[in-house]
């Protein structure tokens, strides 16, 4: 059914920027809720930003200021515009969306029941 594939991962010097998209393939229909997360390394996976059907946006107080997620649903993608990166940004970021009806707000650790993930992008930010 419904799939989700990010892209737009990579390399880059701190200061620098990139932007993620996630891609809905097979039949979409409405989605209350999508959001990216990341993973670093030996850690657990963390909420970066969600946005609702209507929206409305959550931030991670680590990337707010700096990151800005948005949608288009002509083209069922999702967004993710990274600026000012850091090194400690360095991770590997996953979009998801909602597949119940809790709060559309940034959880950490990320919760990974009840979502639907994509496969993840590698950023990495060198200093």
């Known amino acids: 059914q419904v799939r989700l594939v990010e892209s737009g991962g990579g390399s880059v010097q701190s200061g620098g920027s990139l932007r993620l998209s996630c891609a809905a393939s097979?039949?979409?229909?409405?989605?209350?809720?999508m959001g990216w997360f990341r993973q670093a390394p030996g850690k657990e996976r963390e909420g970066v930003a969600t946005?609702?059907?209507?929206?409305?946006?959550t931030y991670a107080d680590s990337v707010k200021g700096r990151f800005t997620i948005s949608q288009d649903n002509a083209k069922n993608t999702l967004y993710l515009q990274m600026n000012s990166l850091k090194p400690e940004d360095t991770a590997m970021y996953y979009c998801?969306?909602?597949?119940?009806?809790?709060?559309?707000?940034?959880?950490?650790?990320?919760?990974?029941?009840?979502?639907?993930w994509g496969q993840g992008t590698q950023v990495t930010v060198s200093s």
């Open positions: 946005i609702d059907d209507d929206g409305t946006t």
């Open positions: 097979g039949y979409t229909y409405p989605m209350y809720c």
């Open positions: 998801a969306a909602e597949m119940d009806f809790a709060p559309c707000v940034v959880d950490s650790p990320a919760r990974l029941r009840d979502r639907l």
